[in-house]
């Protein structure tokens, strides 16, 4: 169990297989949000029919509501939400911090009041892998600190933090938890500072974890600050293990990355997009609440497979995104998710077939470059 | 186009097809309400997939919003929405009444303000089957006024005034539109009373149109009242025509008036109770966001087939709506459908079977009586 095999790798990109209890993973993979246990305006069975082979769910929004206990009683997060496939749950770290003045962090973890109700709580290591346990994904995530990461004073801090909660987080796993059914992944830190990030890849690899994460990206650095600290740290990974890169899901961002030799992405992008009234195409974001879209009787994408492309105008889109219906979002969402996994497909065969290099430069050519960090939904 | 057969009967319950250009309707027949062109929070291939056979799309709605022009250029509300069943759109009367003090009456028409922007507009008998003809449904409907149905004075000048109305409506369609591709029915007026509906289903059974709609109802009358109406009503009716009901569609309805004649229906319930959290059963309403169905691993209804309940825990189900999750809506719109679909197929084997009495009996005999028109979503 949870046994990744690499196939084959073209420069740094890596096509393989992660063994999961709930099936493999064909890697690169790109894996949709469920924040609260679902992903937003799609049914399960539309996952299986878009070919989503991993989903992601939140460990704090589900320990806030409804409880990791109730979902541990109803039969665990795959039967509760009714997703057979492989799952992954983050480790409440990265919403805790983003609570901004709601929380409170020292050596020993993270004190913070509920967005729902101002109800003060706790995360240590501990206790979110004990969460984790009880949720039940396929893949857990040690307990990390994920600071702004371009002040080198608190990137180390948070870093050497990182390190002892990876440890605890390793150490509870071995105590409550069962490493045949749940994979503890690490999260290597250390901001845009290349010696942190090396550092923290080799103690973090020490641990002989069955895979990594790349933490504190895309969270407010540069792209080419960001490309830039994947290239430097992602071969300091254990190249047997898969390598996660989280919050990551812009198209561009997907195929620099996988070349940059990621193999795991999430991202609530093309969700979120799609309650914004905006699709993903391969040239581009279309905003189809455009007054330019009323009349238009084609596809949002021409040559696009998915049943939204198949079946409706832009014109009826946009009538359905301003007369807010919420088919607009169930469809958008079909559409952004599609194009997605469709890219991710057609990556990890270029990289089977040894042109991936071509793939992604042809690619990246017709994409406007677009900084996902500077906008606003994202 | 547009035969009705009809098939069998037992006692005033029937069984029949009525033929569109879009294909049959075997009656009784639910329709669920698309009113801006979708079915809220049901994709059109769910509508499929539930057997859904008569979709009904607003006519004021579409006129406002995106206009009807744009639906004709666009291809017809058919391709529009990609339904390719058969369609039904209501003359916009009702709702342009509902407007309540931005709308004014006279004998020629109506003047109202949109709910939207408050910009003007004028609905006559011809201009709402001209934007009918432009929306291009298969059963179109003749402008009608529906008044309050308890105050005899108002109900007969409102009536009055659906005759001549009527009349207009059928000059204005053989005039510009094409009888083969649309049908317009009648609605029958007059309230409670039974001489002013007497007279109203004996002018406009004189009009000799292809089916005949009784409006005015479920509107604030009493449901013995409604009922009492429709056992006066509906054996005046052509029998060789469909009967229409308007604007009704709980469980305990549909049978109380498949057993008084009716043969077409529609309603919002099963998509609006959806959007508040409540499950329609054989045995009543579920309020889903109830603290008692938190831990409830049961499905909405033991027996059901519906996606949902085949899939979802009640508890998973009011984690969605206490969370505001747009597939509460999903789920629960194709429960309800299915339920009221489901109900109907049943009636329909029934009539044909002979076995139509004891059905409804033993169907009622287990549903909790409720007033539909004292609930405050209906």
């Known amino acids: 169990?949870?046994?990744?095999?690499?196939?084959?790798?073209?420069?740094?990109?890596?096509?393989?297989?992660?063994?999961?209890?709930?099936?493999?993973?064909?890697?690169?993979?790109?894996?949709?949000?469920?924040?609260?246990?679902?992903?937003?305006?799609?049914?399960?069975?539309?996952?299986?029919?878009?070919?989503?082979?991993?989903?992601?769910?939140?460990?704090?929004?589900?320990?806030?509501?409804?409880?990791?206990?109730?979902?541990?009683?109803?039969?665990?997060?795959?039967?509760?939400?009714?997703?057979?496939?492989?799952?992954?749950?983050?480790?409440?770290?990265?919403?805790?911090?983003?609570?901004?003045?709601?929380?409170?962090?020292?050596?020993?973890?993270?004190?913070?009041?509920?967005?729902?109700?101002?109800?003060?709580?706790?995360?240590?290591?501990?206790?979110?892998?004990?969460?984790?346990?009880?949720?039940?994904?396929?893949?857990?995530?040690?307990?990390?600190?994920?600071?702004?990461?371009?002040?080198?004073?608190?990137?180390?801090?948070?870093?050497?933090?990182?390190?002892?909660?990876?440890?605890?987080?390793?150490?509870?796993?071995?105590?409550?938890?069962?490493?045949?059914?749940?994979?503890?992944?690490?999260?290597?830190?250390g901001g845009i500072f290349p010696d942190i990030r090396a550092e923290s890849a080799a103690i973090l690899a020490s641990l002989d974890l069955p895979g990594y994460a790349v933490g504190g990206l895309a969270v407010g650095e540069s792209k080419t600050q960001m490309l830039g600290t994947l290239e430097q740290t992602v071969p300091l990974l254990p190249e047997n293990k898969p390598r996660y890169l989280m919050g990551v899901g812009s198209p561009e961002d997907l195929v620099n990355c996988v070349a940059r030799g990621i193999d795991i992405f999430d991202c609530v992008l093309p969700t979120r997009l799609a309650r914004h009234g905006s699709a993903l195409t391969r040239h581009g974001r279309l905003n189809l609440r455009n007054t330019r879209y009323a009349t238009d009787s084609g596809p949002i994408e021409d040559g696009c497979t998915c049943y939204t492309c198949r079946t409706f105008t832009r014109a009826y889109l946009r009538h359905l995104i301003v007369a807010r219906e919420i088919l607009a979002n169930q469809l958008l969402s079909l559409h952004n998710l599609h194009l997605l996994l469709t890219i991710m497909r057609e990556m990890r065969v270029a990289i089977l077939d040894g042109t991936f290099p071509a793939y992604a430069e042809r690619f990246l050519a017709t994409y406007p470059g677009k900084e996902i960090h500077s906008s606003p939904v994202v």
Chains 1, 2 share one sequence.
């Open 1 to 189: 169990m949870f046994s990744y095999t690499l196939q084959t790798t073209t420069g740094a990109a890596r096509a393989g297989v992660f063994q999961t209890p709930h099936g493999p993973l064909l890697t690169p993979v790109f894996a949709p949000v469920g924040t609260q246990a679902s992903v937003k305006a799609v049914e399960p069975r539309e996952l299986d029919e878009l070919g989503v082979s991993l989903a992601l769910a939140n460990t704090y929004h589900l320990y806030i509501r409804p409880g990791d206990a109730l979902v541990r009683d109803l039969g665990g997060i795959h039967r509760f939400m009714a997703w057979n496939g492989p799952m992954l749950t983050d480790s409440g770290g990265f919403q805790v911090f983003s609570l901004g003045e709601l929380r409170k962090v020292d050596v020993d973890g993270v004190t913070f009041r509920s967005h729902l109700d101002g109800s003060t709580h706790r995360f240590t290591p501990e206790k979110s892998i004990q969460i984790q346990h009880n949720l039940g994904a396929d893949i857990i995530m040690c307990f990390d600190e994920c600071p702004p990461p371009l002040d080198r004073d608190i990137v180390r801090q948070a870093t050497e933090r990182t390190h002892a909660w990876a440890r605890r987080s390793g150490e509870e796993h071995e105590r409550s938890g069962d490493s045949n059914r749940q994979a503890l992944f690490g999260i290597v830190q």
